[in-house]
């Protein structure tokens, strides 16, 4: 009976590791996932901007979008990147992404951000601000003739973290 039980006890921990793996595995391919969405939509609209610097002669705008585009793609194609980073980090992904997209936006694009400093810290998925702040710009700006503003803010509420990208 020892044995037995020595033996399911076994099995069940093997289980247990098994089902640990499959849900590490299913986190990294939504963050690949998350990862390829990112990539065409704003690769092609950031050439399309630095493509309008070049033609209108405003090199030193270029060289930034170069330098910040760069610096996004290599954030994003990251091998090694963790499932969770720190706010902090998400929002200087953020900043980077929105300085490229104001240069796309010119003076249209007004972003407040009002960012507890307490949320600073906590862990959130990788790239989980990016695609609503993409989608505040692409339907609720892109269309407009008129400025926008886009608000981004994190705050702490009791234990858990309160992420908003609202567009007006």
């Known amino acids: 009976?020892?044995?037995?039980?020595?033996?399911?006890?076994?099995?069940?921990?093997?289980?247990?590791?098994?089902?640990?793996?499959?849900?590490?595995?299913?986190?990294?391919?939504?963050?690949?996932?998350?990862?390829?969405?990112?990539?065409?939509?704003?690769?092609?609209?950031?050439?399309?901007?630095?493509?309008?610097?070049?033609r209108e002669g405003n090199n030193a705008d270029a060289a930034r979008v170069l330098e910040l585009l760069g610096d996004i793609l290599r954030q994003v194609l990251r091998s090694n990147q963790p499932n969770e980073v720190p706010l902090e980090e998400e929002l200087t992904f953020l900043e980077q992404y929105l300085a490229i997209e104001q240069v796309r936006f010119s003076d249209r694009l007004d972003v407040r951000w009002h960012i507890d400093e307490r949320a600073r810290q906590a862990p959130v998925p990788g790239f989980v601000l990016q695609p609503l702040v993409e989608n505040a710009t692409k339907h609720g700006l892109a269309k407009r003739a008129d400025a926008g503003r886009i608000d981004i803010s994190a705050r702490v509420l009791d234990d858990r973290l309160e992420l908003t990208v609202r567009d007006d």
Not at 12 to 35: D, F, H, I, K
């Open 1 to 54: 009976g020892c044995v037995h039980a020595f033996s399911y006890f076994v099995e069940a921990r093997e289980r247990e590791l098994q089902a640990s793996r499959l849900t590490a595995q299913l986190a990294q391919a939504r963050l690949g996932a998350l990862r390829m969405q990112l990539n065409p939509h704003f690769l092609f609209n950031s050439l399309y901007a630095l493509l309008v610097l070049v």
